[in-house]
């Protein structure tokens, strides 16, 4: 075996849920950086196409698509579309920022239609698709939420715990057909669903210093969990939570002792 091949993307065709901008955007770049013909998908039309030209002038395949992934049918429709489906990634989310005897019923059921039941769609729709063609690689993006959580973030947080209690279920149903599926797990991220905390200097400077690196992470450096999930290199990985989250897991509480 040639281990210089083992994140090598060509020829295989990927689908990004959420391409239009942050993790998603940069993870649509990674995989055609390696080789993959991407269709970056987003709710936003224009900006799916932006990532896509985006991708196109480094050299890339790629093409844009709408999609609404709380839509039974969009969703199908999205991933029955093309040749092949060989990878695909997904990361919208959405939360609310409240005590949980604060959260109406309506802020709630946004929550959950768009984290839980968007991805249950994407899971099932594409599992579907890549159990038919014997293989492929499912990459969901959970959280740091679904290990560990803090107030007002209760909501968000059953939402990526139950994301990656499907993605477990499924990989356990689709290994035997070739199908792997994993999660990865954040930390904070600099997307626009954080642009609150950026907001307020004393919150981010909190959530920097919670990290053992003392740094919130760039949306290019989920990419590395990406293509590695994606690619070969990962052949006998599935059911897994892939944390990136600069350590702050690792970290019990926020406590310096003077050691």
């Known amino acids: 075996m040639n281990y210089r091949e083992l994140f090598d993307l060509t020829g295989k065709h990927a689908l990004v849920v959420g391409a239009g901008s942050g993790i998603g955007r940069a993870a649509a770049a990674g ?10 998908a987003d709710v936003n039309g224009d900006a799916a196409e932006a990532t896509a030209a985006h991708l196109r002038e480094r050299g890339g395949v790629a093409r844009a698509a709408v999609v609404d992934i709380r839509d039974e049918g969009q969703v199908r429709d999205l991933v029955a579309a093309g040749d092949r489906l060989d990878v695909l990634v997904s990361t919208p989310s959405v939360n609310v920022r409240k005590p949980l005897v604060e959260v109406s ?3 709630f059921a946004r929550v959950v239609d768009l984290n839980l039941k968007g991805s249950f769609l994407v899971l099932r729709e594409a599992g579907k698709r890549m159990a038919a063609a014997g293989g492929g690689s499912l990459v969901l993006f959970s959280s740091i939420r679904s290990q560990v959580v803090e107030p007002g973030q209760g909501v968000y947080a059953a939402t990526k715990a139950g994301t990656l209690q499907m993605v ?7 290994g035997p057909r070739g199908v792997r599926v994993n999660a990865v797990a954040p930390g904070v991220v600099e997307t626009p669903l954080t642009a609150q905390i950026k907001d307020q200097p004393a919150w981010y400077r909190a959530y920097a210093e919670k990290s053992a690196l003392g740094r919130w992470a760039q949306p290019d450096e989920m990419v590395g969990a990406v293509v590695y999930l994606a ?3 990962s052949s006998f990985v599935t059911g897994s939570l892939l944390l ?16």
């Open 244 to 259: 990136v989250d600069g350590g702050w897991t690792a970290v019990d509480g926020r406590f310096t002792p003077p050691l």
């Open 31 to 40: 995989l055609a950086d390696f080789g993959a013909s991407v269709v970056c």
């Open 231 to 233: 690619s070969s290199a």
């Open 168 to 174: 477990r279920a499924l990989a356990a149903e689709l």
């Open 105 to 107: 019923v309506e802020e």
